[in-house]
């Protein structure tokens, strides 16, 4: 039976239809790298700030969340490494659990997560 055809069987018998779950490796991924990406760049706190928030939620932060974030990014130490964990703040966020689709389950939902941030900054580190 296609998902279509057993949203339909779930939707007639009234049951709530669960969307088929996403493959967030690649998302995670791109997200465990757009730190340092921006970083490299040279971008400004606060362009950082806004690019982790869209790529992360899909839109720009508020004002108290960019003001926060640039404050975080300001701190003393390794900015990429603070800016990596601004990026994993973001995805554990429950806005991005929502969009993702996994609300339902947050400690399940962490718990894949973490597997997949597991490579964020190994990459760099072999280089």
């Given at each position: 039976m296609t998902p279509a055809a057993l949203a339909a069987v779930c939707l007639a018998a009234g049951q709530d239809v669960a969307p088929p779950p996403r493959d967030l490796a690649p998302l995670v991924a791109r997200l465990g790298k757009l730190p340092g990406e921006l970083v490299r760049a040279k971008k400004a706190d606060a362009d950082v700030v806004e690019g982790?928030?869209?790529a992360a939620l899909g839109r720009l932060p508020t004002d108290a969340e960019k003001a926060t974030g640039v404050k975080?990014?300001?701190?003393?130490?390794d900015r990429e490494g603070r800016a990596r964990d601004f990026a994993w703040a973001l995805v554990n966020t429950k806005e991005f659990l929502k969009l993702q689709g996994m609300d339902a389950d947050p400690a399940g939902a962490l718990r894949?997560?973490?597997?997949?941030?597991?490579?964020?900054?190994?990459?760099?580190?072999?280089?």
């Open positions: 982790l928030v869209l975080f990014l300001a701190g003393p130490g894949v997560l973490n597997k997949l941030v597991e490579k964020w900054g190994k990459d760099d580190e072999k280089k």
